[in-house]
């Protein structure tokens, strides 16, 4: 039973990258998601999340309209395509599986994947 989080790597200011979250051993749409990140020296923020059922999608305002959370649950995956990069978005990327978004940014998460290092410099 896994998340396994991939697509990260190092991009130049403006560009963009797109990561994927795969599941293994369960199934992702019966979970909400949530995309985290982790810059040096910084606490875990949340980034975005997916509902469930109605596939409802939030953001932090730091990303809002660069960035779009989606999930395919035929491949139970779930992605993160962000655009317009910025130095600032540099960090570790961990994408979760919970009951809801809600309790999975107050910390109660089913299942944590292992991050992706995005970077983000000219």
């Known amino acids: 039973v896994q998340l396994q989080a991939s697509g990260g790597g190092l991009v130049q200011p403006g560009g963009s990258l797109r990561l994927s979250c795969a599941a293994s051993g369960f199934t992702l749409a019966y979970y909400e998601i949530v995309w985290f990140r982790q810059a040096p020296g910084k606490e875990r923020e949340w980034v975005s999340c997916i509902t469930m059922s109605r596939g409802l999608t939030r953001y932090t305002d730091s990303v809002k309209g660069r960035f779009t959370i989606s999930r395919d649950n035929s491949k139970n995956t779930a992605y993160l395509q962000m655009n317009s990069l910025k130095p600032e978005d540099t960090a570790v990327y961990y994408c979760?599986?919970?009951?809801?978004?809600?309790?999975?940014?107050?910390?109660?998460?089913?299942?944590w994947g292992q991050g992706t290092q995005v970077t983000v410099s000219s």
């Open positions: 979760a599986a919970g009951i809801s978004c809600d309790q999975m940014v107050n910390g109660r998460v089913s299942y």
